[in-house]
T-cell receptor
């Protein structure tokens, strides 16, 4: 098991373009989370999946953001019409059923909107 | 609204100089208090979970403790490889597994 994988590691895009990130969680983990982290801040919760069901969404997740986890395995996070304020590290994490010992985070996707 | 505050923002220590990091939390029914370590350009790495006041956990030079209002991460005789940002996060019983993070303490250990 190689841990939580995120792709791409870095993405530079022009303002107004759409971007999509992928997260592959640890295989036995049915819970998957997306967080966003800006420089000097702690991660902020965006959304949470249990299997394929999206159970929680933050107010931070505007209608330009959409996340999916079609078969309860990998997940995608899409940002439409990117803005400069979307520049951040997007972190994915996963945890097993009934897991209480913290999530396992991926290394993140660094998005820069120019 | 759940809040987590960490202090200090940054801390520089000589190698071998022990110290403590503070995490104060305001959460509606604490389900768990988490400590993570984050190196530059990487995702947070899980260190500890604490569930109830009075609980303590240790790992190498690190020890985490929990009271009803705050948690401490004690670092004993640190080494340069302990340099990182240490993040504290709280999970509420009512938050549907959402973690609320503090802004972290950036720790630098000078050889």
């Amino acid at each position: 098991d190689t841990g939580v994988s995120q792709d791409p590691r870095h993405k530079i895009t022009k303002r107004g373009q759409n971007v999509t990130f992928r997260c592959d969680p640890i295989s036995e983990h049915n819970r998957l989370y997306w967080y966003r982290q800006t420089l000097g801040q702690g991660p902020e919760f965006l959304t949470y999946f249990q299997n394929e069901a999206q159970l929680e969404k933050s107010r931070l997740l505007s209608d330009r953001f959409s996340a999916e986890r079609p078969k309860g395995s990998f997940s995608t996070l899409e940002i439409q019409r990117t803005e400069q304020g979307d520049s951040a590290m997007y972190l994915c994490a996963s945890s097993p059923p009934l897991g209480r010992d913290g999530y396992t985070f991926g290394s993140g996707t660094r998005l820069t909107v120019v | 609204e759940d809040q987590v505050t960490q202090s200090p923002e940054a801390l520089r220590l000589q190698e071998g100089e022990s110290s403590s990091l503070n995490c104060s939390y305001t959460v509606s029914g604490l389900r768990g208090l988490f400590w993570y370590r984050q190196d530059p350009g990487k995702g947070p790495e899980f260190l500890f979970t604490l569930y109830s006041a009075g609980e303590e956990k240790e790992k190498e030079r690190l020890k985490a403790t929990l009271t009803k209002k705050e948690s401490f991460l004690h670092i004993t005789a640190p080494k340069p490889e302990d340099s990182a940002t240490y993040l504290c996060a709280a999970e509420s019983n009512f938050g549907n597994e959402k973690l609320t993070f503090g802004t972290g303490t950036r720790l630098t250990i000078i050889p």
